[in-house]
């Protein structure tokens, strides 16, 4: 029985009551766990994204090898101009990558905890 809120409180009837507390705790006990499967779920996708950028930062860093080692070959097809470009790319991109793996650090820390 739903309470309505035209009829007054002292016409509820008190045997009822501890139905209408089961009820609340009830509810309280399913808000929690559907919040507690939300922050689980969350924690679990973490992890294919925490891999996906390590795998990232590590081609990042396997193209800035590659770029470095091969500076003098690259210079007459890209300029020096394009050269401090695509170096300031890479740098940022390895900067990020490092910012992606400290969350991931972050996220992982607190689903051990």
Known sequence: MALDPSRPLMDIDPRTEPLREWNRLARENAENAIV?????????????????????????????????????KLLPFIGPKGFLICGAFLTCAGFFGLVSRLYALRCKIQIET
């Not at 679990?44 to 795998?55: H, L, N, Q, R, V």
């Open 36 to 72: 507690s499967s939300m922050f689980e779920a969350a924690f679990k996708a973490s992890e294919p994204i925490e891999t996906f950028s390590t795998w990232l930062l590590v081609g990042t860093a396997a193209v800035a090898s590659f770029f470095i080692t091969n500076a003098d």
